[in-house]
């Protein structure tokens, strides 16, 4: 079984920085790509940055310039640097992760963390 275990959301003001992790445990015997996605109450689930196990990243526009994903391979960690943090970054942020587990690839979720940014 797989478990992602996430960290580093709570309360922050505007212009601030949380910076969130993320590790997948379990019976993992490839990870193909990490991510972060976000959703504020009452919009959908949007992608905020993904990495591959390689390190190629993608980002939302939103989050270029002010937020870096990175991962260490070697722990299963994903982490997301947000810098500059602005109201509308407010939402769940939740990790995900495409990995392979007893030879087969499947699609995995966090909990869920929440980030809040006041004025």
């Known amino acids: 079984q797989v478990q992602l275990v996430e960290s580093g959301g709570g309360l922050v003001q505007a212009g601030g920085s949380l910076r969130l992790s993320c590790a997948a445990s379990?019976?993992?015997?490839?990870?193909?790509?990490m991510g972060w996605y976000r959703q504020a109450p009452g919009k959908q689930r949007e992608m905020v940055a993904t990495?591959?196990?390689?390190?190629?990243?993608n980002y939302a526009d939103s989050a270029k310039g002010r937020f870096t994903i990175s991962r260490d391979n070697g722990k299963n960690t994903v982490y997301l640097q947000m810098n500059s943090l602005k109201p509308e970054d407010t939402a769940v942020y939740y990790c995900?992760?495409?990995?392979?587990?007893?030879?087969?690839?499947?699609?995995?979720w966090g909990q869920g963390t929440q980030v809040t940014v006041s004025s």
């Open positions: 379990g019976s993992i015997f490839s990870i193909k790509a």
């Open positions: 995900n992760g495409m990995l392979i587990s007893d030879y087969e690839l499947g699609d995995y």
């Open positions: 990495i591959t196990s390689s390190g190629r990243t």
